[in-house]
């Protein structure tokens, strides 16, 4: 996660990667890319390029002598987890609370298969009362 932030904060950052979202760019066509919105020269994209590598953020790959520009994938998912903890607060309780209702529903299930336990009485044990006791009380 280290420098992922600060790699995102610069718009033509956010530039080049909006030319890579549609698949493996060579890096001249990403220098076409973010000179269309603004004059840039080749070295400056080259720094933004090599920025985002080092966050983790893009990948390149050697094909002769051209260099291949991409999204790393694993890069942005880091950066989706790590916010993703501000969009669901309670994301790390879903697995948890999943494994909860499945062993409650399994106990209930197990009830309802006992010998001499009529549905009524299985109902009622699920709510939480005992045999005699009326369904209108408080929680």
Same mark, same amino acid.
């Given at each position: 996660?280290?420098?992922?932030? #600060?790699?995102? &904060?610069?718009?033509?950052?956010? /530039? @080049?990667?909006?030319?890579?979202? =549609? &698949?493996?760019?060579?890096?001249?066509?990403?220098?076409?890319?973010?000179?269309?919105?603004?004059? @840039?020269?080749?070295?400056?994209?080259?720094?933004?390029?090599?920025?985002?590598? #080092?966050?983790?953020?893009?990948?390149?790959?050697? $094909?002769? %002598?051209?260099?291949?520009?991409?999204?790393?994938? $694993?890069?942005?998912?880091?950066?989706? %987890?790590?916010?993703?903890?501000?969009?669901?607060?309670?994301?790390?309780?879903? /697995?948890?609370?999943?494994?909860?209702?499945?062993?409650?529903?399994?106990?209930?299930?197990?009830?309802?298969?006992?010998?001499? %336990?009529?549905?009524? #009485?299985? &109902?009622?044990? =699920?709510? &939480?009362?005992?045999?005699? #006791?009326?369904? =209108?009380?408080?929680?």
């Amino acid at each position: 996660m280290d420098g992922v932030f #600060e790699a995102l &904060g610069d718009p033509v950052r956010r /530039q @080049i990667l909006e030319a890579l979202a =549609d &698949g493996e760019q060579p890096a001249g066509r990403v220098l076409d890319a973010v000179r269309s919105r603004a004059p @840039i020269s080749q070295p400056a994209v080259s720094q933004h390029l090599r920025v985002l590598r #080092e966050a983790g953020l893009v990948r390149v790959r050697a $094909e002769g %002598t051209r260099r291949l520009y991409a999204v790393d994938p $694993e890069g942005l998912a880091a950066a989706r %987890t790590w916010l993703g903890r501000f969009v669901d607060p309670l994301a790390p309780f879903a /697995q948890p609370l999943d494994a909860l209702e499945t062993e409650l529903a399994r106990g209930r299930r197990a009830r309802r298969a006992e010998p001499g %336990t009529n549905a009524a #009485e299985a &109902g009622a044990v =699920d709510r &939480g009362m005992r045999s005699g #006791e009326r369904g =209108d009380r408080l929680a």
